[in-house]
């Protein structure tokens, strides 16, 4: 399978604990971005990165979230002390940039419960 | 016939008929459109896109129209087959913006 991975599908924590997930795009894309859907709702934006380097960030993103792409390949999404709310799907996507037409490619997502 | 539910707008078709899913977007300057499928379980499937300076595109089954005096754009199913029950999410680019901003979804359910 060549599509965009994440690893793991579920995950389930207590509040305040640290999570991280991992997203292992198409291997030819530069472009990955991070996505949080909660039930119900569309994706909504947290970051992207074009290969290493990270340019744009949501304000949903607090300072308890941090991700980083160091190689320009794969990339973590750490949550520090959990709370209830962020509570969702988290979603990756990867696409090969080609000016304004981002065909974004997605993962099928870690689904995150706090308890 | 179409309804609201409690979270999405649901659409409900028997199988054969042609679907046609709406979506309201929110910026008059965006440039760029997608139309995702999303099957419960999975991360939003790519279907069709298209750029602002059109205004209809077809694909294998499906047509996307995009109305930008009133800021709609539609897909239209043709034949629609259970598989093709899912929630389906509009998303647009603004120019500046590398980054895809999403609808909130149309449900639909076909029925064999």
């Known amino acids: 399978d060549t599509g965009v991975s994440q690893n793991p599908r579920h995950k389930i924590t207590k509040r305040g604990q640290n999570v991280t997930f991992r997203c292992d795009p198409i291997?030819?894309?530069?472009?990955l971005y991070w996505y949080r859907q909660t039930l119900g709702q569309g994706p909504e934006f947290l970051t992207y990165?074009?290969?290493?380097?990270?340019?744009?960030k949501s304000r949903l993103l607090s300072d308890r979230f941090s991700a980083e792409r160091p190689k320009g390949s794969f990339s973590t999404l750490e949550i520090q002390r959990t709370e209830q709310g962020d509570s969702a799907m988290y979603l990756c996507a990867s696409s090969n940039s080609q000016g304004i037409e981002e065909k974004l490619f997605f993962g099928s997502g870690t689904q995150l419960s706090v308890l | 016939g179409e309804s609201v539910g409690l979270h999405l707008p649901t659409l409900s078709v028997q199988e054969g008929d042609n679907s046609i899913i709406n979506c309201a977007y929110s910026n008059s300057a965006s440039d760029y459109f997608i139309w995702y499928k999303q099957e419960s379980g999975k991360g939003p499937q790519f279907i069709i896109d298209?750029?602002?300076?059109?205004d209809k595109r077809q694909g294998q089954r499906v047509t996307v129209l995009l109305n930008k005096t009133v800021k709609h754009l539609s897909l239209q199913i043709a034949a629609t087959q259970p598989g093709d029950s899912a929630v389906y999410f509009c998303a647009e680019i603004v120019p500046g913006y590398s980054t895809l901003t999403f609808g909130k979804g149309t449900m639909l359910l076909v029925s064999p």
């Open positions: 990165f074009q290969n290493e380097a990270q340019l744009e």
């Open positions: 298209i750029r602002s300076n059109m």
């Open positions: 291997s030819e894309h530069n472009r």
